[in-house]
């Protein structure tokens, strides 16, 4: 499934309630081949200025721009999306979709940006940011999410750390044993 018709698909979702016309589902935001896709938190932003359109928050972007740098990549190698595809939904409503975006896409590494996105990423309830595991084929790296870094800026420098741990996975050669 292409990631087009993914977004056809999610944009007449009525699973949640029947949307205003007003309130849109909201699309990740990215082309071509990803080497990573990450997947932020339902905190889902009303802020169309933002680089990453309604994904995140202006306040929060520069945090996240720090985690590019730090891990060594630029904005169009990455694909950001959301776990909860509409203003007011759930997220559990949403995992399917959310998956199958995963699928359309392919990444290497799944980056989950909070607990709910690793929880709908993986299905697994426990998390040790940092720490990655294998889910749909990809490894997955939970971190804190964007909004627990600005509210505390303890969690700065361990955001940082892990996003240099990002980095020296990607940077580990892969052995195919198949």
């Known amino acids: 499934m292409t990631i087009e018709l993914l977004n056809d698909i999610i944009s ?10 007003s309130a849109k589902h909201v699309p990740g935001v990215g082309y071509g081949p990803k080497v990573i896709l990450v997947v932020v938190t339902s905190s889902l932003c009303q ?15 520069y945090l996240f721009d720090m985690l590019l740098k730090e891990i060594g990549l630029k904005p169009e ?9 509409c203003p007011d939904g759930e997220g559990s409503e949403c995992r399917t979709f959310l998956l ?12 989950t940006l ?10 697994l309830t426990d998390w040790i940011p940092g720490r ?19 509210s505390n800026q303890k ?7 892990s996003a240099l741990s990002i980095k020296n996975t990607m940077e580990q050669p892969t052995l195919d044993w198949w």
């Open 12 to 21: 007449g979702c009525t699973k949640c309630f029947e949307l205003p016309s």
């Open 47 to 61: 802020d169309d200025t933002s680089k990453w359109p309604r994904l995140i928050d202006t306040k929060y972007v």
């Open 77 to 85: 190698q990455v694909y950001v999306t959301s776990c909860v595809k």
């Open 100 to 111: 199958d975006e995963i699928a359309a896409v392919a990444p290497k590494y799944v980056v």
């Open 114 to 123: 909070g607990l709910q996105a690793f929880q709908l990423v993986t299905g």
């Open 132 to 150: 990655e595991c294998t889910s749909n084929k990809c490894k997955v790296i939970p971190m804190l999410g964007l909004d627990s870094v600005a």
């Open 155 to 161: 969690y700065e420098k361990y955001f940082l750390n």
